[in-house]
C-alpha cells in the first residue's frame, strides 16, 4: 500500500464515520467532516502534539474546530486517536441525550475538546485568546516548558462573522506566529455557494492583518504538509487556505448545500461508499485503518516524555508555581491580603467612584496574584483596570500583564474565554456595561463552559451623565442576571467592591461582571466583618430594632439613595431596613430560611436600582415599588438625571408614606 492509498483509506475512516453518525442520528451536518478530511488526517498524524492518554498535558498542541457544525470531523478523530472518552458508542450516540457527542463540540463533555464552538467565528477568537496564553506563558516558564501550537479549522462562516475581523486584525498586530488557521475553503454556505453573498479576496485581508498566507489544495496531502511546515516556522500568524470540496466523494452532493446541514439519504449513502472504495458497514473502520490510527495517536508519547525530563529538571519553585497556575489554585496569600484591605477600608471609610475603587482594590490584589492578566477595550483611564504591577504586553515583549484590546469588545471576551480554557492565568478586562450587548455572545460561551473570566464594565447606569442615552444602560442588569451560570455583580461601596472582586476570584467555575460607577459613594460598610457579605448575594445592610415597616431594596450607586430615605423615614418614626442586593445569583444558593430573613416580612417594600424592574419582583413581589427606569435615558449632569427620572430618596419616602396610608 502506497503512502497516498494509506492516507486515503485514513482520512475516509473519517468521512464515513461522520456520514454513519449524521445518517443514524437523521440529523448534522456531514459535509465538512467529508470535505476536510485530508486536513484533519494530515495535522493529526504528522504535526500536532497531543496525548490521548494524558489529555491535559500542559504543553500540548490546541485543536480548535471553530466550524463546530463539523462536529463529528472531531469526534471521529478523537475515537481513532485512542481518546477513552469517546468510544464507537459515543460516536453511535451523536446528538444524543447525555451523550458526549453533542451537536457541537462542548468544552466538558469528553477529554480532547478544548472548546465549546458552533457560533461562528468564537472559535477563533477563542484560539488568538489560546495563542496569547501560550506567549505568555512561555515568557514566564521558557521554551524548555512552554513551547506549542494553536491550530484552528475554520469556515466561511467563520470568516464572515465580524469578530473574526477583531480576532484576526489583534492576533497579526501582537504577531502570534504559532497560530495557525486553515480555512475550509469550500466556497458553499447554507443557502448556497458563498458568491451569493460575499466576494472577499480572504488571504489579502489577513495579509493586510499582518498575516502570512498561502493557498493549497486540501485534498493534497503532500501540499498540506508543505503549508503546514511553512506556517510553523513564520514569524506572524498564518493563514493556510485550503481548497475543498464539501462533502467530498458523494456523487450527488458533493460542492452543494444540499450536504451542508443534512443527512445524504440511504441511497447517497451507498453510492459514496462505492465511489470511495469503502465497502464496509456502517460504523466499521478495518482493523489496519484503526490500527494505523491508534499509531499516530501514540506519535507524541516520546515528545510527551521528553517534556517531563525537562519540566522535572526545572527548580521547585518554578515547578509547585507552573502547576499551581495550571491547577486554578489561588495563592496563599490571598486571603491574608485581603483581609487586612478590608480592616484598612473600615478605618479609612473612602468616597470613591467603585471603578476607582476597583482601581485600589485591584493594587492590592495583583501584588498577590501574579498570574492575573488585565486590559481594556481602549478605555483604560475610564474602566481603572491597569494598575502599578500591569505592565503593557506588546508584540516584542509578553512578559507584561496588560493587554490593550483595543476597540474589539467581542473579540477581546472571545480571546478571554481562550485564555482561561488555556490555563495558567485569569483574564480580567474593562469596557462600559453598555458594550456588553458587544460581549454577550462570548460573555454566554463563558459560562457555558465554566470559565473563570471577570469583566469590569463601568458607567453603570445613567449616573454616567452627559454621554446620554446610547451610553447608559438601562435594561443591562436584567440580560447580564438572565444568563444561566454567569455572576453579575454591583457592589455599593469600596468594602462591597473588594468582596466582589473576592468571590469573582474564587469562583474557578464561572464568569463574572463587576458593574461599577462613575459617580462617587460613599462608604456604606463602615465596620470592619471578618465575613465576606457579598457572599450571600444580598444581606441587611440597616437593621430596625423594631418590626420594620417599610424594607428598601438595592444594589449598587443606589444603595446610597435607600441608606439615606432610610435616614428620612427613621426621622418620621417609620421603622424602616435597608438591603444590599449585590448579587441575584448568589442570593439565590441561600438556604430557603435565609432568603426569607432577608426579605422580611415588611407590608412595604421597595425596590431601587437605576434600571428597568426586571427581576425585582422577586424582592418586592408584584404589588411591592419599584424606583427606577421605565425607559431610556437623557444626557445631562448625572444628579439631574436621577432627579429627572425620580429615582431619589425623596421619592422612596413618599412612596413609602403613600403606601402606608392606603
Not at 352 to 365: C, D, H, I, Y
Not at 455 to 461: A, P, W
Request: charged letters at 20%.
Amino acid at each position: 500500500m502506497t503512502d497516498l492509498e494509506k492516507h486515503q483509506r485514513m482520512a475516509n475512516a473519517i468521512r464515513f464515520l461522520a456520514i454513519d453518525a449524521v445518517e443514524k442520528a437523521k440529523s448534522g451536518h456531514p459535509g465538512l467532516p467529508m470535505g476536510a478530511a485530508d486536513i484533519a488526517t494530515v495535522l493529526f498524524t504528522q504535526f500536532l502534539k497531543f496525548d490521548p492518554t494524558s489529555p491535559n498535558w500542559a504543553d500540548r498542541d490546541r485543536f480548535v474546530l471553530s466550524a463546530g457544525h463539523g462536529s463529528m470531523l472531531l469526534y471521529s478523530l478523537l475515537y481513532l486517536l485512542g481518546y477513552e472518552d469517546f468510544t464507537l458508542d459515543e460516536i453511535k450516540n451523536f446528538r444524543q441525550i447525555g451523550a458526549r457527542t453533542a451537536g457541537h463540540p462542548e468544552f466538558g463533555h469528553g477529554e480532547g475538546i478544548e472548546t465549546t464552538t458552533g457560533p461562528l467565528g468564537q472559535g477563533l477568537g477563542n484560539a488568538v485568546g489560546l495563542a496569547i496564553a501560550e506567549k505568555l506563558q512561555e515568557a514566564r516558564f521558557g521554551t524548555e516548558v512552554v513551547d506549542h501550537f494553536t491550530y484552528v479549522l475554520a469556515g466561511d462562516g467563520c470568516l464572515m462573522e465580524g469578530i473574526s475581523q477583531e480576532a484576526l486584525s489583534l492576533a497579526g498586530h501582537l504577531k502570534l506566529n504559532k497560530l495557525i488557521v486553515i480555512w475550509d475553503d469550500n466556497g458553499i454556505s447554507i443557502d448556497g455557494a458563498v458568491s451569493l453573498t460575499d466576494s472577499t479576496d480572504q488571504a489579502a485581508r489577513f495579509t493586510a492583518s499582518g498575516w502570512n498566507t498561502i493557498s493549497v489544495d486540501g485534498h493534497d496531502p503532500d501540499a498540506i504538509a508543505a503549508a503546514i511546515r511553512q506556517a510553523q516556522s513564520s514569524d506572524s500568524p498564518t493563514l493556510i487556505a485550503a481548497k475543498t470540496t464539501i462533502g467530498f466523494g458523494s456523487p450527488k452532493k458533493a460542492g452543494t448545500n444540499g450536504v451542508h446541514g443534512s443527512p445524504l439519504g440511504a441511497d447517497e449513502v451507498a453510492a459514496t461508499r462505492e465511489a470511495l472504495n469503502w465497502p464496509h458497514e456502517p460504523f466499521d473502520v478495518p482493523n489496519e485503518t484503526l490500527d494505523a490510527w491508534r499509531i499516530a495517536g501514540l506519535r507524541s508519547a516520546q515528545a510527551h516524555k521528553d517534556w517531563e525530563k525537562r519540566f522535572a529538571a526545572q527548580d521547585s519553585e518554578t515547578r509547585a508555581e507552573f502547576e499551581r497556575r495550571n491547577r486554578g489554585d489561588l495563592p496563599a496569600g490571598f486571603k491574608a491580603a485581603v483581609d487586612d484591605y478590608k480592616k484598612l477600608l473600615a478605618e479609612d471609610k473612602p468616597t470613591m467612584a467603585t471603578r476607582k475603587a476597583s482601581e485600589a482594590v485591584l493594587g492590592v490584589l495583583n501584588e498577590v496574584i501574579p498570574e492575573t492578566i488585565g486590559g481594556s477595550a481602549d478605555l483604560t483611564g475610564s474602566n481603572n483596570t491597569k494598575t502599578t504591577q500591569t505592565l503593557p504586553i506588546t508584540p516584542e515583549d509578553f512578559s507584561g500583564r496588560y493587554l490593550h484590546w483595543g476597540i474589539r469588545e467581542h473579540g477581546m471576551a472571545a480571546a478571554m474565554n481562550g485564555m482561561a480554557l488555556h490555563g495558567g492565568m485569569i483574564p480580567y478586562s474593562g469596557g462600559f456595561l453598555i458594550f456588553s450587548d458587544y460581549c454577550r455572545p462570548s460573555l454566554r460561551l463563558a459560562a457555558l463552559m465554566k470559565q473563570r473570566v471577570i469583566h469590569v464594565m463601568t458607567h453603570d447606569s445613567i449616573g454616567l451623565g452627559e454621554d446620554g442615552p446610547t451610553h447608559q444602560p438601562v435594561e443591562h442588569f436584567a440580560a447580564l442576571r438572565a444568563i444561566p451560570d454567569l455572576q453579575f455583580f454591583r457592589p455599593a461601596d469600596v468594602t462591597e467592591t473588594l468582596e466582589c472582586w473576592q468571590l469573582a476570584l474564587e469562583t474557578d467555575d464561572a464568569p463574572s461582571v463587576l458593574a461599577l460607577t462613575r459617580q462617587n459613594l460613599i462608604a456604606q460598610r463602615t465596620s470592619y466583618e471578618e465575613e465576606n457579605l457579598c457572599a450571600r448575594g444580598a444581606y441587611v445592610l440597616i437593621d430596625s430594632d423594631d418590626d420594620a415597616a417599610v424594607t428598601l431594596f438595592a444594589s449598587g450607586s443606589e444603595v446610597e439613595i435607600a441608606a439615606e430615605a432610610h435616614g428620612q423615614l427613621a426621622s418620621a418614626g417609620i421603622a424602616a431596613r435597608v438591603v444590599s442586593v449585590p448579587c441575584f445569583e448568589l442570593f439565590e444558593n441561600q438556604s430557603a430560611d435565609y432568603k426569607a430573613a432577608v426579605i422580611g416580612t415588611s407590608p412595604v417594600r421597595i425596590a431601587i436600582e437605576a434600571g428597568i424592574r426586571m427581576g425585582w419582583d422577586r424582592f418586592i413581589g408584584e404589588n411591592g415599588v419599584f424606583i427606577g427606569m421605565k425607559g431610556f435615558g437623557a444626557s445631562g449632569p448625572y444628579k439631574a438625571l436621577y432627579e429627572h427620572f425620580g429615582i431619589t430618596a425623596d421619592a422612596a419616602v413618599a412612596a413609602a408614606k403613600a403606601h402606608l396610608e392606603a
